[in-house]
């Protein structure tokens, strides 16, 4: 401050020809001594009462810089106040300050702790620590201090396990409950709000005993402090400081300290006394040397001499300063040349007040001005405790907090950290560790919402974040990964041909359309033999071809389902086993009207000769045909996706498009199947060679029996195994067909040939 003022005096520009005087009182962190200094200044210098309005003021104070604490200032804001005094604090942070219907002529050219505050926050929140301990000061710094934390912590969603405040002149009972709460608690950090000589306190309480490694952050009221480097289990602590700065000329000034100015001093002359372990003055009863003048300071290793690294320092410079620029806006004029100042114009306290809320200039490259509530703009640096290769503890720079960058930009911070123990892995201090992707987030029961457990997500859903609060279903079409992290589209499920099933049913139908074809060749080879002209071969031929197509048909029912096949697959399901039936049902009609021409009287094969047995089988197919046709134009079979039997795939398979058109087709296949199988059960006993009826009969009970158990299997089967059971139905009944109505003729006409006679065949016997 001295420095400062000579600065000042010195100067051409700023205050040209006039001196500023001061006054230095020490407060002594003392709320009553500053309350005591504040009468003093509030009542003036001069010793005499002037009733008269021309006299002197010179005695009253323009202005005051200080207090270095919050409380102490607002005890002196309470006085000076009503008298219109600014005061200009270097120190005193404590957001309550800012209030300028409480406190309206306050400022200060350190931040307040609003933003200090929202660092410290936003410093917990970027390194992931959502359980911490905090501590503060029992004063107005370390009270509002820490409820402007809190309410940042809330919004940052950081949770505290404990909140304790002390003060350094509470019983030692107090502090060290305080210490024992930081030894025994679960969170890995500890934020501290307190001032340098509180931090000391606990600081040395918690040495007797060191606690568990902690996390120490910092407000800037200890953080700096070189005194409280020296307990290393605090090593690691990270903190806001003020900016660091150089103050030209001030090394110079400190170090030109003469014996004269020392012994006229007394703070000067105790730290004189403390530096070089001497006496100035000789006492019987002392026992420490007396101080020879061998003493140079410039060989002094103290935070005296060190300038290089100014902090609080300079925000004192700035105060002096802006208190420099008020007056000079007050009783100076700027000219084109030069600068006039009034010497004797009478100045009061509120002239200077009124000029400080206009002060904006800049110097040795820092820039100084107040806002509505007689804030400058808030700058911090982040520094960490660092270990140095002799094993002293030094501050490093590894961040800043600017409040005047737009949001998201504020806060910036380096990775070269040095973590407690020394480590450079962050510590981990959280309640409950992160729920992964693939779960959500329920609150522990009485527990901050720090504490919660990690539940699975539901079937179908997913969360795909950190911590995520809530699992989100997938679209109709994707379904969770294993994790339950991602949403991957549903396997499409069909009877594809690269199935062991569709191979095996594709193997079954192209070898039951073999043997169709086999059998056929073997009736064409023997065409003109008894067994074959006796068993009607042209319908014989015809159901074969039928058999055959029947057997194809199922092929239609594997692969992906397009609209191509899915019409194509059951029409011609329906119309080639009418054809087929349509042949079975005239070879039992051949055999009745046969039976019926050989008793006398009775001509009826007439009736049913070639051409009516060709018109029976066209007319029938032809029925089926027109049922499909109406089908196909009214609501034809389509394919469609299935997302209704399993959640976790779709099913791609054929709608039946009119539920009345598919069972129309099967019950007309039906209605055939029985009309054959009665007419075939009461030919079985004709006694007759040529009598097919009994393999007829035996063939019909399979086909219906196959059919009759289809539904409800069809129905009951889920996804591709529907197609599966419509085609085992389709390959049964057509195998049962071929079996036991060509297999005998066959048997006996390739293995049995003296059977394939005339003779034997007439034979009665």
């Not at 006398?600 to 051409?611: H, I, Q, S, V, Y």
């Not at 005998?744 to 003296?754: A, H, N, S």
């Amino acid at each position: 401050m001295i420095f400062a003022i000579e600065e000042i005096n010195n100067s051409t520009e700023l205050l040209p020809e006039i001196k500023l005087g001061y006054q230095i009182y020490d407060s002594c962190a003392s709320v009553p001594m500053a309350m005591h200094v504040a009468f003093q200044l509030s009542n003036g210098q001069n010793p005499v009462f002037y009733k008269g309005s021309n006299c002197s003021q010179s005695g009253v104070v323009m202005a005051v810089v200080g207090d270095s604490g919050s409380t102490p200032s607002i005890g002196m804001l309470r006085i000076i106040g009503s008298f219109n005094i600014p005061l200009v604090s270097h120190f005193a942070t404590c957001a309550c300050l800012s209030d300028k219907q409480e406190y309206p002529t306050f400022f200060r050219t350190i931040p307040s702790d609003h933003y200090q505050a929202d660092a410290l926050a936003k410093m917990v929140k970027h390194f992931g620590w959502s359980w911490i301990g905090a501590v503060h000061s029992d004063s107005d710094y370390g009270n509002n201090g820490m409820a402007s934390f809190l309410d940042a912590a809330l919004r940052e969603g950081i949770c505290v396990e404990y909140i304790e405040s002390y003060f350094r002149t509470d019983p030692r009972s107090k502090i060290q409950r305080v210490a024992d709460v930081i030894r025994w608690s679960k969170a890995i950090v500890v934020v501290a709000f307190t001032a340098s000589g509180d931090m000391r306190a606990l600081l040395e309480e918690l040495a007797l005993n060191p606690p568990p490694p902690r996390q120490w952050i910092g407000s800037e009221g200890w953080v700096t402090d070189p005194h409280l480097m020296s307990f290393s289990f605090c090593a690691g602590a990270i903190g806001v400081a003020i900016q660091q700065s150089v103050i030209p000329g001030l090394r110079d000034f400190l170090l030109n300290l003469s014996a004269s100015e020392v012994a006229a001093s007394s703070v000067l002359t105790e730290f004189w006394e403390d530096a070089f372990d001497c006496k100035l003055t000789r006492n019987s009863d002392q026992e420490n040397r007396v101080c020879d003048g061998s003493e140079d300071i410039k060989t002094l290793l103290s935070p005296y001499t060190e300038t290089s690294q100014l902090r609080i320092t300079n925000m004192v410079y700035k105060a002096v300063y802006a208190i420099a620029h008020a007056i000079h806006n007050s009783v100076c004029e700027e000219t084109n040349i030069t600068t006039q100042c009034e010497k004797y114009k009478k100045l009061e306290s509120k002239q200077v007040f009124s000029e400080l809320k206009k002060v904006n200039f800049s110097r040795n490259g820092y820039h100084v001005s107040f806002d509505t509530n007689g804030d400058p703009v808030a700058f911090y640096e982040l520094v960490n405790w660092q270990k140095s290769e002799s094993g002293f503890t030094k501050l490093a720079k590894v961040g800043y907090y600017d409040a005047s960058l737009p949001m998201g930009q504020q806060f910036h911070i380096n990775q070269n950290i040095t973590w407690l123990e020394g480590t450079t892995q962050v510590p981990v201090s959280v309640c409950s560790e992160s729920c992964p992707p693939g779960t959500r987030k329920v609150l522990q029961k009485g527990k901050p919402i720090c504490c919660y457990d990690c539940i699975p997500c539901p079937e179908g859903e997913i969360s795909n974040i950190t911590d995520s609060p809530d699992c989100f279903p997938c679209s109709n079409e994707f379904w969770p990964n294993t994790k339950k992290d991602i949403c991957f589209p549903k396997p499409v499920e069909f009877l594809s041909f690269d199935e062991v099933l569709s191979v095996i049913l594709a193997a079954f139908s192209v070898s039951g359309a073999s043997l169709a074809i086999i059998t056929a060749a073997v009736f064409f080879r023997h065409r003109a033999t008894p067994i074959v002209r006796a068993n009607n071969s042209e319908l014989s031929f015809l159901l074969l071809f039928s058999l055959t197509l029947c057997f194809l048909c199922s092929l239609t029912f594997i692969g992906a389902p397009s609209e191509l096949s899915c019409m194509l697959r059951h029409t011609a399901f329906g119309i080639t086993f009418v054809l087929c039936i349509s042949c079975v049902l005239g070879k039992t009609i051949v055999v009745l009207m046969a039976f019926k021409a050989t008793l006398p009287g009775r001509n009826a094969m007439k009736w049913f000769g070639p051409l009516q047995q060709r018109m029976t089988v066209l007319t029938f197919t032809f029925i089926q045909v027109l049922i499909c046709i109406v089908w196909l134009v009214v609501s034809p079979p389509f394919p469609m996706k299935n997302l209704t039997t399993y959640k976790e795939k779709i099913i791609l398979e054929c709608a039946l498009g009119s539920a009345v058109g598919f069972w129309a087709v099967l019950g007309y296949i039906g209605l055939l199947a029985v009309l054959c199988f009665v007419l075939a059960v009461l030919a079985r006993k004709l006694p007759d060679n040529f009598n097919e009826a009994k393999m007829i009969t035996f063939s019909m009970l399979i086909f219906c029996a196959v059919w009759i158990t289809f539904i409800p299997a069809y129905i009951s089967s889920p996804g591709k195994f529907t197609v599966a059971v419509e085609i085992f139905a389709i390959l049964a009944s057509s195998f049962g067909l071929i079996l036991c109505i060509f297999t005998p003729k066959c048997f006996i006409i390739l293995f049995q040939p003296e059977k394939n006679t005339k003779k034997y065949l007439m034979n009665k016997n």
